[in-house]
């Protein structure tokens, strides 16, 4: 049953909590305050989504949550409950990589790689919602993304090619 | 084709799938069962002495497993306390909310001591010591005068120790010099190292050895350092770091230096040898801003003109704000951007003077640049100044004065102070290559002629950085593994923190082999599994580990010739390797594959796999200008960058940046990659423009800014960065590259600097240049320190 935020436990008291991550739903035992960053790394084992700031300023923890990018690090786990959660893990499909993925790996959008998953699950947002997004818009979009290696260039030609992929038939 | 080719390719990143598919595993992405937490607790004043210290209740709270000071852990802490956020006290816990409620229930009395926080306070007479006893501003300990140069050669043949790094004659060179430009205390903010990943580490003691999972730029040095300030075995230690998440210099620990904030590993590693458990240490965002790497100095420079523009002396004078006993080398390198290497072809005298000075800010230590971008924004700013003073265009100024391949680096570092022939530079090639891709002899305009409230500015600046060293000290291992199914395993610990070595080093071993690039596969993620590499650090590593690299594959490639030429009947010297088996060179038909050279293998058979190995530790043979060993070549990154921008002179904003960056890498071995560390001119944005100053409150020394929003990097949107890549062939490198990374934030300061005066005529050279400055430059705001 989908817990809500008048249920405030008290502090070291955890709850029980279903959340459905990459189209599974996963039993986790939580603390009221704890992030959905921390809880998908540690409770769930799904380390692609990076902590680096925990102030919501750098991305690195962006996941989809009903396919809107959210920083991880913003949100608390138990108030996600009932909701669609994506993360990087979950855009590789039979081995398959995803067409923003390939696009990455192709364009070199990746230096340290740090950032990557946060950028991969901004750019699968922004392309569901616009296909075919000009330089402006995928600047625009990728804004709330830091990338401290100064990779924007290729990652900007790797949402371009992605869309590309993407029209020709990709997911 | 027998053999197959990736060099100048844009193949794909070697471990580049798991960056995109989140597997990649950074040190914190490693779950160890029973992984225990630890937070810090940290000084609140900038200058104190701990008086007493009660940790009984935080000891005494359920969770809590260890508690380390001063009194119990005296090699990681210290009772006198040299900037906010320096080591108190740390509590290991069974999870990190514990340790944070611990933390609260330790009692600390202290004693608050006088500070100082600025570099100019610093150095007055009565200033507050920063270390009790020892002046804040010290004379650098390693300057040496270069004498008796060759006439022939131009290399200086003696050293002697001196009270400032030069040759020549500096005051006959000024006597007789048409123009003296001179620009004082040209300040860089002090500003941090960026790296996504927050520095730290988990280690675990597995009953045989300390396992240290981490973030690292040189695996093994880290460990050999580590070993020592724990009291183990180097062999005791394994260090793991497959993936390090940015770097910049800032992933570079000290563990041996107290001053130096590296202190996750020694607080994980007592930790977890006492408790026997393992122990996580990490810095959160703001404690990362608080004590991670940063710079920070104040550049006079002096030059010397004829009044054709030869630039025949130069005074150079650097202080570098080490705050609480930081890191005293950088400036060595910024003699990079003095008469020494950048403006070798003509300088005749220099005198480079180098102090560093103590506050009671967090530790300074070198990063991207390691002090060329310091030197740099000082001479380019001073040389940005000379050409409109001299009426000559600031790009053929340039032209006239930079080093060209075969000028002499007078031999500027401490370690050896061997002078040496520069291998390659390109400099005047970059400066027309990039003058043409901004239409800079259209566009460039003299800030007189400039009336509109928005006013374009075109600013360019040239760079040059270290590449490697010259004499001994290259030092980097590699092994390379042939197995019977042609299959090819490059062993190298050299660290890929994001700028491509483990890909580049790859298509080296695949191109000496002549196999094609997928076929290599890599050995890098611990110390256990690989030799010595070299730190990556100064952009070295396609010079330093690449001769390793390349030499440990002809090894292995001349024990599978011979292998090969008994099974073909055939002389090795006959054969080559390449794409399906061992061919002879002179009918490629012939042909046989790799098992079929190694023969059997099982009990009855082998050898089983090729072990090739080479130690790089001198300079190659190849880089012997005619194989005299005293003739040494030595490669730099070098090139130019121009930068556009926009200045409101009603607001004083600046916008439209276009940062165009031109550099002569000889030959790109990966275009991409190349690319991608020239996009790292954002750091020098970053620096120059965001107000990306650490800003602290002068009444208690706290930061003000030590978090992403406050503290602010290039983001997509800030600016857009061009990239002329040039080659031309460096003789010192078996594929003739030389090097690019670090080089591409050393010019952005000057740069940006030189186009905003010549957008409103304002010489802004302090940074951050924020639109307060320059509206004070335009006369529309009055100074706010200048009042009263």
Redesign the interface.
Known sequence: MAKTTENILPS?EKEHVTLHVNGEDISLLIEAHWTLSKVL??GC???????????G??G?CTVLIDGIARPACMLLAREQVGKKIE???G??KNGQ?HPI?EA??????????????GF?MTTKALLAKNPNPNDDE???A???????????????LAVKSAAKKIAKGGK | MPRSSSIGK?V??KD???????????Y??Y?IGGLLQTRILRSPYPAADILSIDTSRAEALPGVSLVMTHLNYPQAFRSSLYYVGDLVAAVVAKDT?TAEEALELITVEYEQKKFVLSLEDAMKEDAPEVFEGEKNNHDWEFHAFLSDRDPETRLFKTKTPGPYNGFGDIEKGFEEADYIIEKSNISYALCKA?????RGCSMNYDGVKLQVYTHSQGMHDEKYALAQVLGIGQDKINYVSP??????GGKNPAVQNRNIPSHYLIIAGLACLDLKKPVHCAY???EEMVCAWSRGSSVDVKIGFKKDGTLTTMDYTHRQETCSGGDKWPPKNAMLATGAVLYSRNCENLRAKINYINTNRFTAVGWQGYGVPEGHFGVETTMDTAAYELGIDPVELRKKNCMRAGDIDAGWDPLTYISAYISGSGIEECLDAGSERVSWKDKWQHPDKKASRVRNGLGVAIFTMGAGRVGQGNSSEAIVKIYHDGSVALVCALSD????QHTVQCQIVAETLGIPYERVGLVAHDTDSTPFATLAAGSCGTWIQGWATYEAARDAKKQLLVLAAEKMNRKPEELDTGTNGVFVIADPKEIISYQDAFGAIGHYGGPHEIIGIYVNNNPHERCLKDGNPEHILIPKEKGAQFISLDVDTETGIISNIRITMAQNVGRALNP??V??QL?????GLDNAVLANDCIVDKRNGWLMTP???DYR?????EC??D?VILEIFDPSHPFGASACGEGAACPTLAAFSNAIYNAIGVRLLETPFTPEKILEGLGKIQSKTKKK
């Open positions: 070291g790394r540690n084992s799904l380390t692609g989504t990076k902590e680096a700031c925990d102030a300023a750098c690195a993360t990087i893990e855009l590789e990589l993925q990455w790996l192709e364009e070199y959008g990746a230096q340290c790689g740090f950032c990557s998953p991969i995928i600047k625009e990728l804004g709330g993304n830091l990338c401290l290696c100064d990779n924007y260039e290729h990652i900007i | 844009d794909i990143q580049g799938r798991a960056r995109v598919t989140g597997e990649a595993k950074f914190a992405d779950q909310e960026p790296a996504m990943e927050s993936y390090t998440g940015g770097g910049f959160s965002r703001e923190m994001g700028q491509g991409k990659i690319e991608g996009s790292t001119s954002r750091h978090n992403l929003v990097f290039s983001t997509a949107l857009d960065v990239t």
